[in-house]
């Protein structure tokens, strides 16, 4: 499993510094130590007991401060009772930040934190060890998976954003509450960051734009609000979830950067209309998930070129027009879901011959005719059309209804291009 990418030795001596600072006292065991192995840790200080490098005579000036890394949130670090032994002298800076974040955790059902006893980090329950890039003799907590825990905690700040070799975070389902730390940014191997269904608040966490390293961006089921920043598409992430949050913001309407092939933004306040070149970036997505939002304007043509999507559900919106005839080259999708919007005209029955169409929702809107072939698909099961503005089918709108809609112009650009199909269809 890949947990580190890069590494830095200045990192290290960041870390010493930092120990020296609080006046941390640590044992490494000497059984591990290796006499040559002073050249991967070029230290400025000299520390009495430090197996990894000699000391010709006693530090006899304090060690120069820096800056405290832990946010006020939490307590000062507690000491390191003497007589632990550490494998690695990251092992020995990290202890007491998790001891720490371990004293402010208000709920553990299931005992986990039992296990964060003693020197051995790397059995901790939750904490995974790795020895990390361009040093095979060291030990480092590279991986934390709280997921499924329900641990609750007022706050993640000194905790996860103080973790110096973090590459995996994932704490899924938990109730940890407060923002998602600034400092995280800091965090140099840290690739994928899970944090759904929890009870984080706050606006968009910015600190995650321009991490180069981060992949993998789970925040969904949260409650963050405010608006999702542009870059955050066009940054180097595959995976982005950011659905069932209080987002308020409009899609970007260029998003040919983006290298995202799983996403989902449903169940926000998402504004707009749908990018008119929503295809070629996402082109090799599999599910499209853009249910229960505000998005207005008419569907563009361009959908039809998502020709990997299985599942693409843009219900719940406020969405209008016809439906272009391109969406019948969507040849490998099972799920269609437009209902509840503001859609009108006829059913295209090219679009029902899709050939692993499963589920066709096209109910809540104002179409006015459908096909022999889309009529199949309603006695079958597969299609849903009611309450839309089809006389001759049950469950429909009332005329008045349909009339005070039908009676308002609606003008969707580059109109010539709904009926062109720009592929050969692949007929049931």
Not at 124 to 146: H, L, M, Q, R, W
Not at 282 to 298: D, H, I, M, R
Not at 309 to 324: A, E, F, Q, Y
Request: hydrophobic share 40%.
């Amino acid at each position: 499993m890949k947990l580190f990418t890069t590494y830095s030795i200045s990192i290290l001596k960041t870390i010493l510094l930092l120990t020296v600072s609080l006046g941390v006292d640590f044992v490494v065991a000497k059984s591990l130590a290796n006499p040559q192995s002073d050249k991967h840790f070029p230290w400025q200080h000299c520390i009495p007991d430090w197996p990894l490098g000699e000391c010709d005579q006693p530090v006899s000036s304090p060690a120069p401060s820096i800056p405290p890394p832990l946010l006020p949130s939490l307590l000062p670090l507690p000491p390191i009772p003497s007589g632990l032994v550490f494998t690695d002298l990251r092992l020995a800076v990290v202890y007491p930040i998790i001891q720490n974040f371990k004293q402010i955790i208000t709920s553990d059902p299931l005992g986990i934190t039992k296990t964060w006893i003693g020197s051995n980090i790397c059995s901790y329950k939750g904490f995974f060890c790795d020895t990390p890039p361009n040093n095979e003799t060291a030990t480092a907590v590279a991986s934390i998976d709280f997921n499924g825990y329900g641990l609750s905690a007022p706050t993640l700040e000194g905790f996860l954003d103080q973790l110096p070799d973090l590459a995996l975070f994932h704490a899924n389902s938990n109730k940890f509450a407060g923002i998602i730390p600034t400092n995280i940014a800091k965090l140099p191997y840290l690739y994928e960051l899970d944090l759904s269904n929890n009870l984080l608040t706050g606006p968009f966490p910015l600190a995650v734009v321009g991490m180069d390293s981060l992949e993998f961006l789970d925040i969904r089921f949260n409650h963050f609000s405010g608006s999702v920043p542009p870059a955050v598409f066009s940054q180097n992430l595959n995976v982005l979830f950011l659905n069932d949050n209080d987002f308020i913001s409009s899609l970007p309407q260029s998003l040919e950067r983006t290298h995202i092939l799983y996403l989902t933004l449903a169940n926000n306040m998402l504004t707009g209309p749908l990018p008119r070149d929503i295809a070629k970036p996402l082109s090799a997505l599999s599910e499209v998930l853009l249910t229960n939002n505000e998005l207005t304007g008419c569907l563009p043509y361009q959908l039809g070129f998502l020709n990997q999507v299985t599942v693409l559900d843009i219900s719940h919106n406020k969405l209008t027009g016809r439906l272009p005839f391109s969406l019948a080259c969507l040849g490998k999708v099972s799920l269609l879901d437009l209902s509840a919007n503001l859609l009108y005209g006829m059913v295209p029955d090219i679009i029902c011959q899709l050939p692993n169409l499963a589920k066709l929702s096209l109910s809540n809107n104002y179409f006015t005719q459908i096909g022999p072939i889309c009529r199949s698909l309603i006695n079958r099961g597969v299609l849903d059309m009611n309450n839309n503005c089809i006389p001759d089918l049950p469950s429909q709108r009332s005329v008045f209804q349909c009339t005070a809609f039908l009676a308002v112009p609606k003008i969707c650009p580059y109109m010539d291009a709904y009926k062109v199909i720009p592929c050969k269809p692949h007929f049931r």
